[in-house]
């Protein structure tokens, strides 16, 4: 019974290099499939996650069902990203090349509709990021960025933005000092 589980039928650097080659070419997919797919998972992407999982676990392990095989898969993986993430860390174009960059969505109010075409966005997905945001409409937003984490941001224009701590505390001076003015008005 420990033979079968701790006996490994593929050799460890086998195991290794299958493990590094599975997980670069699912980084490269996951890099050509935009940014989009990354922050709004929905139902198909969840099904095609789930099936990737299974369809590459053969290719890591091959013909291995040992619990060490299992070990060395996991750990090679969990290596493979902390370099890869070193090494985006160290490396500018590394880290362009891996995460992407911004890319503008909406430009002082306009919709680059070219922009949306190319990186899947549908004009519903962005009028609810406005509506998300407190504005009426597109016309609200300055700019719109899709940033590489896949993070859709939006910019309102200035007069559009809410109140934030420092306007409110300005008001509240403001308020202070009329009233403290009609105080010594109707005393003088």
């Known amino acids: 019974m420990w033979n079968d589980l701790l ?6 650097a086998e195991k290794i290099l299958r493990t590094v080659l599975v997980y670069l070419v699912i980084v490269v997919l ?62 500018p174009w590394w880290r362009r090349w891996i995460e992407g960059t911004p ?15 190319r990186v899947g966005i549908r004009q519903a997905e962005v009028d609810h990021a406005v509506r998300i945001q407190n504005g009426n ?19 309102l224009r200035q007069e559009k933005q809410g109140a934030d701590h420092g306007d409110v505390a300005a008001l509240a001076e403001r308020l202070d000092r009329i009233e403290r003015l009609l105080r010594d008005t109707v005393r003088g």
């Open 30 to 91: 996951f890099r050509l499939t935009g940014k989009r797919m990354i922050a709004s998972l929905n139902t198909l992407d969840f099904v095609v996650m789930f099936l990737l999982s299974n369809v590459v676990q053969n290719a890591i392990i091959g013909n291995d069902n040992s619990v060490t095989g299992g070990v060395i898969g996991a750990v090679t993986l969990v290596l493979a990203n902390v370099a890869v993430d070193r090494l985006a860390y160290v490396s």
């Open 137 to 155: 409409d597109i016309s609200d937003v300055w700019a719109g960025v899709l940033e590489p984490t896949g993070q859709f941001v939006l910019t």
């Open 103 to 117: 890319t503008t969505i909406v430009d002082h109010g306009h919709v680059q509709r070219r922009t949306l075409r």
């Open 7 to 12: 006996h490994l039928d593929v050799p460890v």
